[in-house]
């Protein structure tokens, strides 16, 4: 059973960092490309960063652009969304969501997501 | 950037009718649209891809038509488990882009 368990969400101050990671179990994780989209309070989705199966090719939305780094760990079969400058408007649920393979561009899996305040 | 705008934003339907959501892409996608379901406090399930191509384990009911700007989904059949928040998405181009969400409410 393909499985992506997101976990790092919490409580951060303005301009503060948080890293999020994404476990993912059932399925050959290397193969597949790889993001994070997230949703505010009350809100529609919105896509914020894609990673390549190899990690060499990576995207993010310009609302984060220079402030948030995508990475993976194929080894350990794990996705990673390093945050820092962090701004109100980041407040949101942070889903990490694996792309369908040989389908590019949408998301047939899903974690639960997790929970990111920020706030003084 | 390539915008998604769906319609209605929102909407109150009764079991059993057939309900009809657009999806309109600032510029042509082909037929590079998914659509997800969302229910209150879930993940996004996704429902169809490549505008009109069913996820595996999705209810016939669903179907997805169009291409280039204008798109629908369309449940035949509207069922209790099927009120819910149903996204469209365009992955034509980065960055990939969602619709902002048509609310299907039990009328």
């Known amino acids: 059973e393909v499985q992506l368990v997101e976990s790092g969400g919490g409580l951060v101050q303005p301009g503060g960092s948080l890293r999020l990671s994404c476990a993912a179990s059932?399925?050959?994780?290397?193969?597949?490309?790889m993001n994070w989209v997230r949703q505010a309070p009350g809100k529609g989705l919105e896509w914020v960063s894609y990673?390549?199966?190899?990690?060499?090719?990576?995207y993010y939305a310009d609302s984060v652009k220079g402030r948030f780094t995508i990475s993976r760990d194929n080894a350990k079969n794990s996705l990673y969304l390093q945050m820092n400058s962090l701004r109100a408007e980041d407040t949101a649920v942070y889903y990490c969501?694996?792309?369908?393979?040989?389908?590019?561009?949408?998301?047939?899996?899903w974690g639960q997501g997790t929970l990111v305040t920020v706030s003084s | 950037a390539i915008r998604m705008t769906q319609s209605p934003s929102s909407f109150s339907a009764s079991t059993g009718d057939r309900v009809t959501i657009t999806c309109r892409a600032s510029q042509g996608i082909s037929s590079y649209l998914a659509w997800y379901q969302q229910k209150p406090g879930k993940a996004p399930k996704l429902l169809i891809y490549?505008?009109?191509t069913l996820q595996s384990g999705v209810p016939s009911r669903f179907s997805g038509s169009g291409s280039g700007t204008d798109f629908t989904l369309t449940i035949s059949c509207l069922q209790s488990e099927d009120f819910a928040t149903y996204y469209c998405?365009?992955?034509?181009?980065?960055?990939?882009?969602f619709g902002q969400g048509t609310k299907v409410e039990i009328k």
């Open positions: 059932g399925f050959t994780f290397s193969s597949y490309e």
């Open positions: 998405q365009q992955y034509y181009s980065y960055p990939w882009a």
């Open positions: 969501a694996r792309e369908q393979a040989a389908v590019a561009g949408n998301f047939d899996y």
């Open positions: 490549a505008a009109s």
């Open positions: 990673i390549s199966s190899s990690g060499s090719t990576i």
